[in-house]
């Protein structure tokens, strides 16, 4: 293991520590009998997963609205439109209510749009 160590030059990196301390574990579940391992890599990955999250003392940082999958009401009408227009010829009804649904979801997108930027 000194050996390794020596080959990789700086030893006291966060990452070269987390490799010999993953290497070890892997030695260990490797020794163990061939029916246990796979319970034995599932009990230590979901062990440095639980610990990983209580140690960490730093704040999660908030999720920016653009990768949180903000929902746009506008965009739903437009399909909402397709459908109401093949379907008035084929079900008079549910065509008038597709055009209603995308009527409000156009309003309620435009609505939303125009207040967020106000």
Avoid: C
Avoid at 28 to 48: C, D, P, Q, S
Avoid at 81 to 106: C, E, K, T
């Amino acid at each position: 293991m000194t050996d390794e160590r020596e080959a990789g030059g700086d030893d006291h990196t966060p990452e070269a520590v987390v490799e010999a301390l993953a290497r070890e574990l892997a030695d260990t579940i490797n020794a163990g009998h061939m029916e246990g391992r796979e319970r034995l890599r599932e009990v230590a990955l979901g062990l440095l997963r639980e610990e990983v999250r209580l140690s960490e003392a730093s704040p999660v940082a908030p999720i920016s609205p653009a990768t949180s999958g903000t929902f746009n009401p506008f965009g739903i009408g437009i399909p909402l439109i397709l459908m109401g227009s093949v379907l008035i010829f084929l079900f008079p009804p549910v065509g008038l209510l597709m055009f209603a649904a995308a009527a409000v979801m156009i309003v309620w997108g435009v609505g939303t749009t125009l207040l967020r930027q106000s």
